[in-house]
């Protein structure tokens, strides 16, 4: 930590910040400039809480040389976590798609989307059962009912479930039926829902905040893993930003970032991340380019109908053509994603 | 609902869509032009759900003309509603400050902070008991515990309290200790926690989240009266920028917003809202001359001491003297802020 | 200026850096941490072009400590800077309103306007003969005719002129018509126009740029003040945010932050800044109340008939009422507007 | 357009209106909802310069209808622009890749990295003569020796060369060195400076402004079209946003969206778009994946020297890597990238 003084710092103003910091256990080192006084402090980043320097009326910043998580930084943990899901593995050589409608609507729609994306190569199903819905008027789900509609088109396909859960009072509930649970870009912060996922065996999928940086994405996850469970994948979903053409603004930029700073696998929700079905295969397609370890893209059979988010999901044929392409580019980087891993 | 569509929609696209506007009920205004064929629609605005036409290839855009909120709404509501607590009136001529530490951290802490605020003019005691914390290292807050010394001050100065409820199954806790329960900007969308709190009697106040527009903040007070309580007022507590001078950047164009759209009463946060104690006294003045019904404003006696947020805490005499300038602006408005109300 | 070190720096890559900060003068502090070796580097700051260590591979970060400008700085020139244009001082206790039309359209409308603003208690006229527009198809300002008609208007009422000068051809041009040159916010960063208006003997107003950070925009400054203009006002009118309700989100908190990073003055422009004409009065009152040293406001007699900004201009009724309430205000703080300077 | 007005408006009100458009020449289309009425207005886009219908306090919105740019448009233009550059053409099959430094520093810095970026396979040569720099201290650029280092190293190495022009006075100048003339983010909306290049017969690229939208950079390039100068190519190179691991987000998601709305070409600048090396071939990778016509990147041959950007550039070797992986990726697509077009 360096903390840079305001010019004419007095010396027992110096000495207060001098002594503080020694009784934290850190040492000290002092640069005396022409213009400004700098004290670096070295010690246990634990004992950083509990000292506001800033708020001194002679300290002008201070700058925080550690970064501030520890379990999901690849420098405490070098390789790669490789996340199984019966003989899935994400994070792997094997580039997975999870495919399916925003919201589980019907028996009906379910099972023939289902159906529709594992012939296409989908590895996951994904379908909302719980919806978190910016108006308290538009369609919120059909709760368990939809969860029960997933574990049944599972039964049906062999394509094992991801979706949401909004609530805390049911992470039990939706980790009975569902094997990768997902957090949702409002609930990043949620951190006593990240608390409660953290104690399931399932996997998680953490979507990124609206408004998250890269920094505080990271110390979401932490929540997760510091709660005791590894088994996180971080999803990169767009933005938001000035530019409204998009539903979002898709930071693939995360997705080589994550890969440098973490040891976590990264999905990409190109639907999302765009809002518009005309730009999900490339940006699909730049995704898989970029690295990611996987992708999360609506389709509906009826996208006009849909209950929600119809416009950025794609038809089944539509889904199909850009599997095929995804396929191709995963090549270039000796990686696959029609061999599906359990097939 | 005006749905414009692309050059070369043919008849039949635009009979199918006729078709089902004519199914939902709504009346059709058909108009083509030279470049673009235009479909006006009117009818309910509760049987657009479940109509998502974008998703049609030959729909350029859907042009929502009826605001997606209604309770919130001046037009539904037109005179101002005025929230009261006790003797307390929030949304009429009295302007109330809300003063005290980030965090409830010991009972010497609240208590000197409390008599220090209410001497000053503060009409309630603010002091938060479960923090939502960015990393998982730092102080979560002192929870029940922290509730009860914030009833204790309560008893001792006569200041009702406002604190933050994040965790929902906590809501009928935190109601019972505290006179406001408060929405955090993390939780602006955890819907079901706004459907929680709205089944209180408590009076609510709502951050606006950092990247939340004022379409989206409008939608999640709609929940809460929605959801039976009328009695929620806004607060503007600034937006995730590119500036990162200020922590957020303190957004006082929606009080007059907010004012003119909706019924509700208007509360500025200047702490949270610059991130630095020195920006704080002239954005709650210019907070006040915008016509806010409210400050909310970080107090603590050893800011370079305190648990969390240090930087942006006044000291006890300098939040005296903001007052006192405050005092002079609200008059300039036929409004007074150091009679308090209660007293 | 402190250099972080990737974990895991070798000993020659160590040496490499302190040989290159050597040979520039720098003097050097090493501090090997547990986790990270840290340098810390005391210097000439202009010197440190030249040096991009962040290039290297083993360079985690740099942290620059001084700021990059000085002449714009409060620690180099503590004492405000008051502009003289004739009798009027712009930043000091009098308080500067400057009014009129977007662009000058006619010379019955620019005369019209004059009058009204000057009646109403403004201090300058401003007018835009040179008009920026998005579209080539749009109104572009009626040149030099519009500056003639300008002066003409200065001469029949007294009030000094400012507009803008977007091309750096007509800088003497427009310094030949205007008291003071505006660079609009699109020309906040073309620092070859900043080069020029340096050379003129005349005050300059430089807006804030839509995505300039404050940093950016004291740099831009630092431009004028460096090419041997000390007579830079800066103008608060919004940043580009998500938020589209208003047109421009006016960030009210750099009033206070360069109030106190610098000793130049500070105006705010509520017109642009909101883009909605209900919301001037009101961001203007706070603009005042924040600390502003004046502003700069759309006054137009027919908004629905002008050739651009209707939708954000005041009609002469209106502005006169805010006139008075901002008088009031400025009184709080021992300030006036409605004396003028100059009659 | 349509046009929204408030709750209650008049009939005398609503005539007020109708009389304008139709004297406009607009066709009218009134539909009276049971909450709002709503004017629909069929006409000639020019004629709606003049109209700010949105000053009159009874209209609520004013929603275009049409586009506001006509010459980039597809609809207006639907087969691709191909741009030809001697031999090389962009915007069809081929995908070019410019590379070099970020300024032109001396004759041996831009020979050594000319010869390597060409051996590499890029086919352009890009280097800085001048440069716009947010501190008046830093590096400027060698201007006119800059530009004669360029042509010395085309004739070289028969690589065309691309540069930034940043003064209007210099379009002559920089366009008799250069082959293709940039335009800086900065300058995307320097009205006068896209006028003076539209005059000119060499190529524009013209990069996104940080916080330009896609409606204002077609804008802007409609200045260059209407100008007379048909051959723009657009170049992405990243938003300012709050996220700051990176210098910029660069918004891939402009390719798919360009090549759907426009006809010209898209160039992607991951250097500026990221301002980390490190990120530079993953996002280069996602580019050409997501449709980019080309590429701009910026290598040097020490980058810990570089008196520009040194943080973002490739060294030679990485550069090398970079291209034989695009190439792979490119004939996923069907396109080339190392056959170059004129070899």
Chains 1, 2, 3, 4 share one sequence.
Not at 40 to 63: I, N, Q, T
Not at 67 to 88: C, M, N, Q, W
């Amino acid at each position: 930590m360096i903390i840079v003084l305001k010019h004419g710092a007095s010396e027992a103003e110096i000495q207060e910040i001098n002594d503080r910091l020694i009784q934290e256990g850190f040492k000290i080192h002092l640069s005396e400039g022409v213009e400004k006084t700098i004290i670096g402090a070295v010690g246990d980043r634990s004992r950083l809480e509990g000292l506001d320097l800033e708020a001194l009326p002679w300290v002008e910043k201070v700058v925080p040389i550690l970064a501030p998580y520890k379990l999901v930084s690849r420098e405490f943990h070098p390789s790669d976590t490789v996340i199984k899901i019966g003989e899935r593995e994400i994070g792997g050589s094997q580039i997975h798609v999870m495919a399916g409608p925003c919201s589980v609507e019907s028996r009906t729609q379910i099972m023939e989307t289902a159906h529709a994306v594992k012939e296409a190569g989908a590895t996951f199903l994904r379908g909302g059962a719980f919806k978190p819905r910016t108006s308290p008027y538009a369609f919120q789900g059909l709760e368990e009912e939809g969860l029960k509609l997933l574990a049944e088109a599972r039964e049906e396909t062999g394509l094992p479930v991801i979706t949401e859960v909004v609530d805390l009072r049911d992470v039990e509930l939706v980790a009975s039926y569902a094997d990768i649970l997902q957090i949702g870009a409002r609930n990043m912060q949620n951190f006593n829902l990240l608390k409660e996922v953290a104690k399931t065996d399932r996997p998680i999928m953490l979507k990124r905040g609206p408004s998250a940086t890269l920094e505080e994405w990271m110390l979401a996850a932490e929540y997760i893993l510091d709660g005791g469970n590894p088994n996180v994948m971080f999803c990169e979903r767009g933005i938001r930003t000035f530019e409204n053409y998009t539903r979002n603004t898709l930071d693939l930029s995360m997705v080589p970032a994550l890969h440098t700073l973490s040891h976590l696998p990264v999905i990409v929700d190109p639907s999302h991340g765009t809002g518009r079905w005309q730009l999900v295969a490339p940006m699909a397609q730049a995704a898989i380019a970029a690295g990611a370890d996987g992708l999360i893209v609506e389709v509906h059979p009826h996208p006009e109908k849909a209950l929600s988010d119809g416009k950025q999901s794609l038809t089944p044929p539509n889904f199909q053509t850009m599997m095929s392409d995804l396929e191709r580019i995963a090549k270039v980087f000796d990686r696959s994603i029609l061999k599906g891993g359990a097939q």
